[in-house]
């Protein structure tokens, strides 16, 4: 494979514009661009999880799971922005959905069935899920946006969608592994007469 990047700056953006795959160039705030921002900050959030769930594997072996599932999402997301970016471009598979799923119901089946909302929380790995399960809702949001004006692939929403769901269930999968409590959200009254 050739360079792809030979040289880092262009000043071709500097007054505001950038260019697409598709050779049309666009405002940097053009929803399309939105997008694929999302998508990045997304991206470079889960590198952070995945990055502390590496270290912590040490001490919690059984979060190595964890690793292969949402390791090749990074490769994933950056088909998903090369969507965005050329729009003619198609690299995201159905396969990776069904991926995401088959891991949200087998750790389904080990946690059981949630009875309470629960608070990102409790030990920095927990709060990182629930960080990047949070980010992966804005960059679908981005999505949809863009969406409204110019046609995504039902199937980059359904991934994001997905995404992010097996995100919150990885939060609390990481909470059990790591033998930690999970934060139970407390309505207003009963916090108030908690103090009473």
């Known amino acids: 494979m050739g360079n792809r990047l030979s ?14 795959g598709d050779g049309r160039r666009v405002a940097k705030d053009h929803p399309r661009v939105e997008a694929m ?28 799971e964890l690793i292969s599932v949402f390791g090749p999402c990074q490769h994933r997301l950056f088909d998903l922005g ?8 198609q ?10 799923e088959q891991a949200i119901d087998r750790w389904n089946q ?10 990102p929380g409790g030990s920095r790995l927990i709060a990182l899920a629930h960080l990047c399960r949070s980010v992966t809702r804005t960059a679908e949001r981005r999505c949809q946006q863009l969406n409204a004006s110019e046609t995504v692939r039902p199937m ?16 609390r999968l990481i909470a059990r592994r790591q033998g930690c409590g999970e934060i139970l959200w407390q309505p207003a009254a009963a916090a108030a007469g908690a103090d009473d």
């Open 7 to 20: 040289k880092i700056y262009t000043r071709t953006g500097d007054s505001g514009e950038t260019g697409l």
């Open 37 to 64: 921002g999302e998508v990045d900050t997304l991206n470079s959030q889960l590198g952070l999880l995945l990055a502390e769930l590496a270290d912590a594997q040490v001490q919690w072996p059984a979060l190595n």
């Open 82 to 89: 090369g969507e965005l970016a050329m729009p003619d471009y």
């Open 91 to 100: 690299a995201l598979q159905e396969s990776e959905i069904e991926r995401l």
């Open 110 to 119: 080990e946690l059981g069935p949630l009875k309470e909302f629960i608070l």
């Open 156 to 171: 980059l929403l359904a991934y994001l969608n997905r995404l992010s769901d097996a995100l919150f269930v990885a939060a």
